[in-house]
């Protein structure tokens, strides 16, 4: 997922691993955000069957899952749901004795299967769960035609990191467990449903022909996270040998020219870290309420709108989404405490495919600009508060309220010290590809990566017994050595952000145009990054910036958040509702939650956040919505879900 970022979010969800004495004396070992023990059994293929109801605003299913018992004398199944109805359960066509547990506030409501026999380690038994979603299914947001860029059709997607499909499909939903899948999906004729997977055909549904069902078939064993569906008025358009992109039809051609280079980036990845494995590589653009940059969902990466810049200057969504298909798709967290490795691992590929596309001096200026997105989150967090851990302990803790860039950039910073003292770029990315390899289709924690990284450099052993190990992945706040990233790209942002900083009222006037003429798009980003980082301006100096820059008329995203915050902040009263509108036009929560609280923070607009927020909380996905929230102190049970 791209860091909002969130997602995603999303995502550090604990993974303090609970020991817990199984019945026959061995440990059980589970993942505290789940609960399916992993130990026990695992899931190995999921056969679905979907029909998407948008009148009621729920898809009705029936999952085939086959389960292998890891012991002898397996007999309870538990998987994981949350708001799921349950209608029948099956094991190996007989019916089946389940119940329901107790609901939790995040994790939702275990279901408990008794089979009708005892298995023996490494048998296979087929449980067959028929159920329905519920309306307010956490990974499903359902869109009126008018939130949609054609406004005539409705439209469902979904989003699954980091523990939402449970919510969608019955399973043990822990990242510990991977499986294949087929999928046959039931939507109305006129609208197209695309997975996570390869398409596999089409056909009239036999049982009603007003709706056609599309076929799906994931053969690379995969965490149920990744499982993804849209249904939509989509089209698509070729973009590469591999490649299709998918969306509305208002954005599908100025996509296909926004990701033409995603061929050349595919093939930078694979001479980096290895074969791209899952065929298929499509990117999906969203409408604009997707809570996030990209999502990983393999064959079929998930992007927001807001990445079409039209100067390709937000490329770096794609990259570090294609990256994700080895580090976190096929290299993955066992839990959600081993984020980092999913993420950190995965900025570190996306800038390494900068380097080669752009030359070191961007990936430098990328690196300096992430250690700046880390204290951000630093100082949102606190820097005491143990969520900035890189390795968090995070039992009770909703992964959706942790999320951050700590994993990401902490992450990166700590693969980018190693990479300093280990010899270079090519010598640590001989490491990435090698940990690539030898952990392929199987889930990984801290313990593994750092166990293989001692004998990868067995050599080297010294160096790294001096790196201070505890205070980079226990200790929260910013990491313990801050690396010497090269400025070269950075100094002319430096610069002028500096006059900006240092200039009086009488000196407003040497400022022009010109200062911003030769910057690209990623300097203009950190300029006004930097700026974010001091005290406000004087009114009269973001008054006259935008007299001379126009920053208000530029379509970059990444430009106009920072821009207006900065105004915000600055409390020009003007930039108020652009703020807002910008807020709330998008769901990206990247953008929305910071735009939202800059705004709840500058006191005359206090009521005016809050009130903005409640008229467009239906709107917006049910992560975000829960989140702005919870910044603007709004009662979280009066917020809507859909």
């Known amino acids: 997922m791209s860091c909002c970022p969130l997602r995603w979010i999303s995502s550090c969800v604990s993974g303090c691993l609970l020991s817990v004495l199984g019945l026959s004396g061995r440990i059980k070992m589970s993942d505290p955000c789940s609960f399916a023990s992993f130990s026990t059994c695992l899931t190995k293929h999921l056969n679905l069957l979907l029909h998407v109801y948008f009148n009621r605003h729920v898809i009705r299913g029936k999952v085939q899952l086959t389960v292998e018992a890891l012991e002898d004398r397996f007999s309870v199944l538990t998987l994981d749901t949350r708001d799921l109805n349950i209608t029948s359960v099956?094991?190996?066509?007989?019916?089946?004795?389940?119940?329901?547990?107790?609901?939790?506030?995040?994790?939702?409501?275990?279901?408990?299967?008794?089979?009708?026999?005892?298995?023996?380690?490494?048998?296979?038994?087929?449980?067959?769960?028929?159920?329905?979603?519920?309306?307010?299914?956490?990974?499903?947001?359902?869109?009126?035609?008018?939130?949609?860029?054609?406004?005539k059709q409705a439209y469902l997607f979904s989003q699954c990191q980091a523990h939402h499909c449970r919510s969608m499909v019955p399973c043990q939903d822990t990242p510990s467990i991977k499986h294949t899948y087929y999928a046959q999906v039931s939507v109305p004729k006129d609208l197209v449903a695309v997975m996570s997977a390869v398409r596999d055909g089409q056909e009239v549904d036999p049982q009603d022909s007003s709706r056609i069902i599309y076929r799906f078939r994931q053969p690379v064993a995969m965490p149920s996270y990744l499982i993804a569906i849209v249904v939509g008025a989509l089209e698509s358009r070729e973009i590469g040998p591999r490649s299709r992109v998918w969306s509305e039809k208002e954005f599908v051609d100025k996509a296909a020219i926004e990701f033409s280079e995603t061929e050349t980036m595919l093939k930078t990845a694979e001479d980096l870290a290895g074969p791209y494995v899952w065929g298929q590589y499509d990117i999906l653009v969203l409408p604009p309420s997707f809570p996030y940059g990209g999502m990983e969902n393999p064959c079929l990466t998930f992007a927001t709108p807001t990445v079409l810049a039209g100067d390709k200057s937000l490329s770096g969504v794609i990259a570090h989404e294609i990256s994700h298909s080895w580090t976190g798709n096929l290299v993955t967290n066992r839990t959600w405490e081993h984020f980092w490795l999913n993420e950190g691992h995965t900025v570190y590929l996306e800038r390494m495919i900068g380097?080669?596309?752009?030359?070191?001096?961007?990936?430098?200026?990328?690196?300096?600009?992430?250690?700046?997105?880390?204290?951000?989150?630093?100082?949102?967090?606190?820097?005491?508060?143990?969520?900035?851990?890189?390795?968090?302990?995070?039992?009770?803790?909703?992964?959706?309220?942790?999320?951050?860039?700590?994993?990401?950039?902490?992450?990166?910073?700590?693969?980018?010290?190693?990479?300093?003292?280990?010899?270079?770029?090519?010598?640590?990315?001989?490491?990435?590809?090698?940990?690539?390899?030898?952990?392929?289709?199987?889930?990984?924690?801290?313990?593994?990566?750092?166990?293989?990284?001692?004998?990868?450099?067995?050599?080297?052993?010294?160096?790294?017994?001096?790196?201070?190990?505890?205070?980079?992945?226990?200790?929260?706040?910013?990491?313990?050595?801050?690396?010497?990233?090269?400025?070269?790209?950075?100094?002319?942002?430096?610069?002028?952000?500096?006059?900006?900083?240092?200039?009086?009222?009488?000196?407003?006037?040497?400022?022009?145009?010109?200062?911003?003429?030769?910057?690209?798009?990623?300097?203009?980003?950190?300029?006004?990054?930097?700026?974010?980082?001091?005290?406000?301006?004087?009114?009269?100096?973001?008054?006259?910036?935008?007299?001379?820059?126009?920053?208000?008329?530029?379509?970059?995203?990444?430009?106009?958040?920072?821009?207006?915050?900065?105004?915000?902040?600055?409390?020009?009263?003007?930039?108020?509702?652009?703020?807002?509108?910008?807020?709330t036009e998008q769901g990206r929560m990247k953008f929305t939650r910071p735009l939202f609280r800059e705004v709840f923070t500058f006191e005359k607009y206090r009521e005016e956040a809050v009130r903005v927020f409640v008229a467009h909380r239906a709107a917006m996905h049910p992560v975000t919505s829960g989140l702005v929230g919870k910044d603007l102190k709004v009662d979280a049970s009066s917020t809507a879900r859909h």
């Open 355 to 583: 380097r080669c596309m752009e030359g070191e001096q961007f990936r430098q200026f990328k690196a300096m600009g992430g250690w700046k997105d880390l204290q951000d989150s630093v100082n949102t967090f606190g820097a005491d508060n143990p969520l900035t851990n890189l390795v968090p302990s995070l039992q009770d803790v909703d992964p959706d309220d942790a999320f951050s860039s700590v994993p990401y950039e902490k992450g990166f910073a700590l693969l980018y010290h190693l990479e300093e003292l280990l010899g270079g770029p090519e010598v640590f990315m001989g490491f990435v590809k090698s940990y690539i390899q030898r952990f392929a289709y199987s889930s990984v924690t801290t313990d593994d990566w750092k166990n293989y990284l001692f004998t990868y450099f067995k050599d080297k052993v010294d160096i790294l017994n001096k790196v201070d190990w505890n205070a980079w992945m226990f200790t929260p706040g910013m990491p313990p050595v801050k690396p010497k990233y090269d400025a070269t790209l950075a100094d002319a942002c430096i610069a002028l952000s500096q006059r900006w900083i240092k200039a009086k009222d009488q000196d407003l006037n040497g400022f022009g145009e010109s200062d911003v003429k030769t910057l690209s798009s990623h300097q203009l980003i950190e300029f006004l990054s930097l700026l974010l980082q001091e005290e406000p301006l004087p009114l009269t100096h973001v008054k006259k910036m935008q007299e001379v820059y126009n920053l208000n008329a530029s379509t970059n995203s990444e430009i106009r958040f920072r821009w207006l915050r900065l105004c915000v902040r600055s409390k020009w009263e003007e930039a108020v509702p652009l703020a807002l509108k910008m807020a």
């Open 90 to 151: 099956s094991v190996n066509q007989q019916p089946t004795r389940f119940t329901l547990g107790s609901k939790h506030s995040f994790k939702g409501t275990p279901l408990d299967i008794t089979l009708p026999f005892d298995l023996s380690r490494g048998q296979q038994v087929i449980v067959e769960v028929a159920y329905e979603t519920s309306q307010s299914a956490s990974a499903l947001q359902w869109l009126t035609p008018e939130q949609t860029a054609g406004k």
